[in-house]
């Protein structure tokens, strides 16, 4: 592929929800550009974006791939993300690569959640919005409900630019009406036809981009307002400052599996949407704390970005970089700004899909890929050592849905976390850790349909079976009256005998774990021992007298004792104080903790009744509502750890998908009577008692 500049670079990011076409309209794009040799198909699992065999087994988008090709003298690096909610960190990484965010939108079913949500997340990223309606050629696809639904949802922005003639209920040609021609099709071939008549809905289309027009400039606006025509070239130029500047998300439409309407689509673009250099400079951050402007020039001090991680067992490690000013070649020496590290890069490559072609050097602009960068992760900026500044890295959802996993043959555990640790690498919403007091490795994902695709690559990509079982819960125990215990360790056998005596008064207090005092008066218990006898208490409280759980708000005060001379010792002591423990907690009427978190879930207004029935059913207490962003409420509420492991399956199902929530621990109660008997015939079935 030959070296573009800047301005004939465009970056677009495929978003939108899941089925509604994106990567069949990727594989239409590439097979229009004449750089595939024939159409790719999902349910053949041979189109070049879908290329990992976790995407070919589910016939579903898993990660954002990049497929560069080439149109009217410009190169357009088209980035395919996910459509399903479990994978939405790919989403996150091609918008950051991208200046232009195409929303794919289903022409059978229109607007969904996806669609929403791949606007905000364009929004937040402050990128230019295509619509493109697709599927036209399926019984049942409606455009015009569509794009009406489009601009009730999104606004006057809206614009049409692409619109189907609809004869017999299918498309039978596409009217373009920036040039006011029209085009029918065979076989993806364009043949320029009369203009059908649209009867009132061609009127109203051209005022719908008369309008766009027309809010472009004072001049246009003047002009409207007169009666004038606009002319082919006011019109084209007017939509393209519009959207750049954002005032107009125009609309395209087609068929991406039978190519209609694909290249007007494509010759759109390159006549609509921004070039690499067209966006307000990048903010960066200098080593000072500075805010900089980073322009997208090839000849400035070099800065890049790392959008994407692939982990590969054999070939390595492999880093998706997009260049925001000066170029990546194969001899640079690159600093990332997180670890203070200099990179050496080896031979820079463009991608296509899971093909790999050399490149000289990746220009401002314009989106490669290095291999091997062993410290680099996504996220990282890397930057020439003349210039170095932190680019504004992704913002990732938080993992929400958790699970314990174990390997199927004992003794693979750091091999699961090895893997774990690569797959996290390609996919940082993944989140792992060992849980020192449940004692389990606990991995998180988005969701099932994520964790599912982690359980199968880490037996696909380095040999580890694993099984998922529900986490345990960190219960703790504590007591709730004062009592006073003896504990008596006495051993007699040759030579020096053991021997340890301890009055102990175990009580309630706030303490997070234990704490200790002593009165002893008259040397009963010498202080040389005071350490063994806290020492054997603090081993002792990591199991607590119901469930094994360890125990918290306990004080313990040393009050009186005696001793041997001769016999007693630490460890005398230290057994007593256990002995006293295990006589004095049963009687302290000890009772089992339950850890309760505190809940922030944002639904639609739509959704509060029953998200606020469920924390009901789950034990939770509602603390309050507060107004989200428009149609969403926060809901406020406490709810039992215990309760929360499948609650993100639970709203996302009940607020289609439009929901989301944080969930963090905030203190202790005790569990109710009937919870308390069913752990602690767990954990004494468990125990084998």
């Known amino acids: 592929m030959k070296q573009y500049e800047a301005k004939k670079i465009l970056n677009i990011s495929l978003a939108g929800h899941s089925g509604s076409g994106?990567?069949?309209?990727?594989?239409?794009?590439?097979?229009?550009?004449?750089?595939?040799?024939?159409?790719?198909?999902?349910?053949?699992?041979?189109?070049?974006?879908?290329?990992?065999?976790?995407?070919?087994?589910?016939?579903?988008?898993?990660?954002?791939?990049?497929?560069?090709?080439?149109?009217?003298?410009?190169?357009?690096?088209?980035?395919?993300?996910?459509?399903?909610?479990?994978?939405?960190?790919?989403?996150?990484?091609?918008?950051?690569?991208?200046?232009?965010?195409?929303?794919?939108?289903?022409g059978k079913s229109g607007i969904s959640v996806g669609t929403e949500k791949a606007y905000k997340l364009a929004d937040k990223n402050e990128l230019t919005k295509v619509f493109f309606v697709n599927g036209l050629c399926d019984e049942g696809a409606d455009f015009y409900k569509v794009f009406d639904e489009l601009h009730d949802k999104f606004g006057k922005a809206v614009c049409p630019v692409v619109v189907p003639n609809i004869v017999g209920g299918k498309a039978h040609c596409y009217v373009n009406l920036l040039d006011g021609k029209a085009y029918s099709y065979a076989n993806g071939k364009a043949t320029e036809m009369l203009l059908p008549d649209l009867g009132g809905r061609l009127g109203e289309l051209r005022n719908n981009i008369n309008e766009a027009v027309a809010e472009t400039s004072d001049e246009m606006m003047e002009k409207f307002f007169s009666g004038e025509e606009f002319t082919r070239e006011e019109i084209v130029e007017g939509i393209k400052k519009g959207v750049r500047d954002g005032s107009v998300n125009p609309v395209f439409c087609g068929d991406a599996l039978t190519?209609?309407?694909?290249?007007?689509?494509?010759?759109?673009?390159v006549w609509l949407t921004p070039d690499a250099t067209d966006r307000a400079p990048e903010t960066a951050e200098t080593e000072s704390g500075d805010i900089v402007e980073i322009s997208t020039h090839i000849d400035a001090p070099t800065s890049a970005i790392v959008f994407k991680?692939?982990?590969?067992?054999?070939?390595?490690?492999?880093?998706?970089?997009?260049?925001?000013?000066?170029?990546?070649?194969?001899?640079?020496?690159?600093?990332?700004?997180r670890t203070g590290s200099t990179e050496r890069i080896g031979k820079v490559l463009y991608i296509r899909g899971k093909k790999q072609e050399d490149a000289t050097y990746i220009g401002a602009g314009d989106i490669g890929a290095v291999a091997k960068l062993q410290n680099t992760v996504t996220g990282d900026t890397l930057c020439?050592?003349?210039?170095?500044?932190?680019?504004?890295?992704?913002?990732?959802?938080?993992?929400?849905?958790?699970?314990?996993?174990?390997?199927?043959?004992?003794?693979?555990?750091?091999?699961?976390?090895?893997?774990?640790?690569k797959l996290a690498d390609e996919d940082p919403t993944i989140k792992y850790g060992s849980n020192t007091e449940t004692h389990q490795m606990i991995v998180s994902g988005m969701g099932e349909q994520h964790l599912d695709v982690i359980v199968s690559k880490l037996k696909s990509k380095f040999g580890i079976d694993v099984t998922l079982e529900t986490p345990?819960?960190?219960?703790?125990?504590?007591?709730?009256?004062?009592?006073?215990?003896?504990?008596?360790?006495?051993?007699?056998?040759?030579?020096?005998?053991?021997?340890?005596?301890?009055?102990?008064?175990?009580?309630?207090?706030?303490?997070?774990?234990?704490?200790?005092?002593?009165?002893?008066?008259?040397?009963?218990?010498?202080?040389?021992?005071?350490?063994?006898?806290?020492?054997?208490?603090?081993?002792?409280?990591?199991?607590?007298?119901?469930?094994?759980?360890?125990?918290?708000?306990?004080?313990?005060?040393?009050?009186?004792?005696?001793?041997?001379?001769?016999?007693?010792?630490?460890?005398s002591f230290k057994m007593a104080a256990a002995i006293a423990y295990k006589n004095g907690l049963p009687q302290a009427n000890p009772t089992l903790l339950e850890p309760i978190g505190t809940l922030k879930a944002t639904v639609p207004d739509s959704n509060m009744g029953d998200v606020m029935g469920e924390i009901n059913k789950r034990r939770g207490r509602v603390l309050g509502m507060n107004p989200a962003e428009a149609g969403m409420q926060v809901v406020d509420a406490e709810v039992p750890m215990a309760e929360m492991h499948d609650f993100s399956i639970y709203i996302?199902?009940?607020?289609?998908?439009?929901?989301?929530?944080?969930f963090n621990f905030e203190r202790y109660e005790d569990a109710p009577a009937m919870v308390a008997q069913k752990v602690i015939e767990k954990a004494k079935e468990e125990a084998g008692e």
């Open 652 to 662: 996302r199902q009940v607020t289609q998908g439009r929901g989301t929530f944080t």
């Open 384 to 421: 020439a050592p003349s210039r170095k500044v932190t680019l504004r890295g992704i913002d990732y959802p938080l993992p929400s849905y958790s699970m314990a996993i174990y390997p199927k043959n004992k003794g693979d555990e750091d091999k699961v976390a090895q893997g774990l640790a």
């Open 22 to 106: 994106k990567t069949s309209l990727a594989e239409a794009m590439i097979y229009t550009a004449g750089l595939s040799d024939r159409l790719g198909k999902i349910n053949d699992g041979n189109t070049v974006c879908d290329f990992d065999p976790e995407e070919i087994k589910r016939k579903v988008s898993v990660i954002p791939a990049v497929a560069p090709i080439e149109w009217s003298n410009h190169k357009i690096n088209l980035i395919d993300t996910p459509g399903l909610f479990d994978f939405e960190g790919g989403v996150c990484e091609g918008m950051r690569a991208a200046d232009t965010a195409m929303i794919v939108v289903s």
């Open 259 to 269: 190519l209609e309407a694909i290249d007007q689509l494509m010759t759109g673009l």
């Open 472 to 571: 345990r819960v960190a219960y703790r125990e504590t007591i709730r009256k004062k009592v006073q215990v003896q504990g008596r360790h006495k051993k007699q056998s040759g030579g020096h005998g053991q021997f340890g005596d301890v009055w102990i008064e175990f009580e309630p207090c706030d303490s997070e774990s234990l704490e200790f005092g002593e009165r002893v008066v008259g040397g009963a218990v010498p202080k040389g021992f005071f350490p063994a006898v806290e020492k054997g208490l603090r081993d002792c409280i990591q199991k607590g007298p119901l469930a094994g759980y360890p125990v918290v708000g306990l004080k313990a005060t040393l009050y009186d004792g005696s001793y041997h001379p001769v016999d007693s010792s630490e460890m």
């Open 309 to 337: 991680t692939v982990a590969d067992p054999f070939v390595g490690k492999l880093s998706y970089f997009k260049v925001v000013s000066g170029k990546v070649t194969g001899d640079s020496s690159l600093v990332n700004m």
